[in-house]
T-cell receptor, first 114, second 115 residues
Framework: DGGITQSPKYLFRKEGQNVTLSCEQN?????MYWYRQDPGQGLRLIYY???????QKGDIAEGYSVSREKKESFPLTVTSAQKNPTAFYLC?????????????FGSGTRLTVV | GESVGLHLPTLSVQEGDNSIINCAYS??????FIWYKQESGKGPQFIID?????DKRQGQRVTVLLNKTVKHLSLQIAATQPGDSAVYFC??????????????FGSGTQLTVLP
C-alpha cells in the first residue's frame, strides 16, 4: 500500500541539540510539505518542496532546515535556533504543487524539549 | 478565522444526531476544497472534497456544501457515531505568494459525540 511514513513517532530533544525528523513517501508524489501543529491550533507551513533538490520556505521556516535529495524523502531538521520546538510535526505530499487533488499526510512526530 | 491558544471551536452532539461543521474560507479564487478529520495524536485524513463548479457533494454519511457567494463551506455528518469524535479541518487551494496553489487550512473544530 502506498503512503507516507514519518519516524520516529515520539522524539525528545535536549536544549541546544539538533534533531532530524524523517518523512518517506512511496506515492510517487512530486511535492512534499512540513507542517507544525501546536495544541488547539491549525497547521502552519514550515517548508515545502516541489521537486528534487529544490525547496522553499513556508510561513515559519526560522530555526528549521530541510533537504530533498530523493523524490521519496524530505527530512526536517529542527535546529538549536528554534526556540520553542515542542510541537506535533506533520509531513504531507501531493501529486504536484498545484494542490489539485489535496494532500496525503503522515501520522506525525511529537517532538518534546527536555 | 484562526483560533488562538486553546480556544478551538467545539461542537458536541448526541450519538445518532446529525452534525454540521462550518468553515469560512478566505480566497474567492480558490477552486478546490477539502475536509480532513484528525484524531488525537494522528495525522489528518481525507474525508471529502468539492470543486468550485459544484454546490454539494455526498459521500458515505457525509455531505459537503459550498456557498461561493458568502465563501462558506460546511460538512454534514449523518447519524454521528462515537468514532466521529475528532478535529475537523477545512482546506482551500488558495494561490500562494508565488503563482502555485497550496492548501490553506482552517483552525479546526473539535467534534465530541456524547453517548
Amino acid at each position: 500500500d502506498g503512503g507516507i511514513t514519518q519516524s520516529p513517532k515520539y522524539l525528545f530533544r535536549k536544549e541546544g541539540q539538533n534533531v532530524t525528523l524523517s518523512c518517506e513517501q512511496n506515492l510517487n508524489h512530486d511535492a512534499m510539505y512540513w507542517y507544525r501543529q501546536d495544541p488547539g491550533q491549525g497547521l502552519r507551513l514550515i517548508y515545502y518542496s516541489q521537486i528534487v533538490n529544490d525547496f522553499q520556505k513556508g510561513d515559519i521556516a526560522e530555526g528549521y532546515s530541510v533537504s530533498r535529495e530523493k523524490k521519496e524523502s524530505f527530512p526536517l531538521t529542527v535546529t538549536s535556533a528554534q526556540k520553542n520546538p515542542t510541537a506535533f510535526y506533520l509531513c504531507a505530499s501531493s501529486i504536484d504543487l498545484g494542490a489539485r487533488y489535496g494532500y496525503t499526510f503522515g501520522s506525525g512526530t511529537r517532538l518534546t524539549v527536555v | 478565522g484562526e483560533s488562538v491558544g486553546l480556544h478551538l471551536p467545539t461542537l458536541s452532539v448526541q450519538e445518532g444526531d446529525n452534525s454540521i461543521i462550518n468553515c469560512a474560507y478566505s480566497n474567492s479564487a480558490s477552486d478546490y476544497f477539502i475536509w480532513y478529520k484528525q484524531e488525537s495524536g494522528k495525522g489528518p485524513q481525507f474525508i471529502i472534497d468539492i470543486r468550485s463548479n459544484m454546490d454539494k457533494r455526498q459521500g458515505q454519511r457525509v455531505t459537503v456544501l459550498l456557498n461561493k457567494t458568502v465563501k462558506h463551506l460546511s460538512l454534514q455528518i449523518a447519524a454521528t457515531q462515537p468514532g466521529d469524535s475528532a478535529v475537523y479541518f477545512c482546506a482551500e487551494n488558495s494561490i500562494s505568494s508565488g503563482s502555485a496553489r497550496q492548501l490553506t487550512f482552517g483552525s479546526g473544530t473539535q467534534l465530541t459525540v456524547l453517548p
